[in-house]
């Protein structure tokens, strides 16, 4: 009977005669602008391309949405003809509009809305929280990117800033109950 130290032991004199090299890109796929899809996938990073044909390659993903971009991703990769092509996604949101894309490796699986912190942004936001949330829509309204030289309000395609926002408000131009769907589904984040 074999215990978990033999395994081990087993494991390790064989790779000890064995040796691989491991190596590891970061590469880039931006398809967001605010919280919406912009419809083009931007790819940066594949300098190291050379390297890929014949290669075992581990996409390392934090959140795959509709799928679009993962399958973008991985279309760019394959025309380096790897060996073989994994996904391991920590996030996957059930999207119903997606292309029902499933990585091979999936930690959770989330509703559809726009969630923030432990390293997923907004705008280049909230990467730094030490939990995940979802992102409400006075976070969305006050974080949102703002076009250079932008029309009324100067936010982007016309949308009015936070100061606007928070003008219209206290005229009585917009309520606020406090009652919102789009509430932070966190301790500690509701502000966001």
């Known amino acids: 009977m074999s215990t978990p130290q033999s395994k081990l032991k087993t494991l390790i004199s064989k790779s000890h005669h064995e040796s691989f090299q491991v190596f590891s890109e970061f590469i880039r796929c931006k398809s967001y602008v605010d919280s919406s899809s912009s419809g ?7 300098a190291q391309t050379r390297r890929l044909e014949g290669s075992n390659l581990l996409v390392v993903e934090d959140v ?5 971009t993962m399958e973008a991703l991985l279309s760019a990769l394959r025309a380096h003809r790897p060996s073989r092509l994994r996904v391991s996604c920590l996030l996957r949101k059930r999207h119903p509009t997606g292309t029902g894309y499933l990585p091979d490796y999936l930690g959770f699986e989330v509703p559809d809305r726009f969630v923030v912190g432990h390293g997923f942004d907004y705008n280049d936001n909230f990467r730094d929280m030490l939990h995940v949330c979802v992102i409400n829509k006075h976070g969305l309204a006050r974080f949102r990117q703002r076009a250079v030289g932008g029309g009324a309000g100067g936010g982007a395609g016309g949308v009015a800033g936070p100061e606007e926002e928070e003008k219209k408000r206290r005229r009585g131009g917009e309520k606020d109950d406090g009652d919102d769907e789009d509430s932070s589904t966190s ?3 509701a502000g966001i």
């Open 40 to 46: 083009e996938v931007s790819i940066t990073g594949m």
């Open 64 to 68: 795959i949405d509709t799928g679009r």
């Open 187 to 189: 301790s500690g984040s």
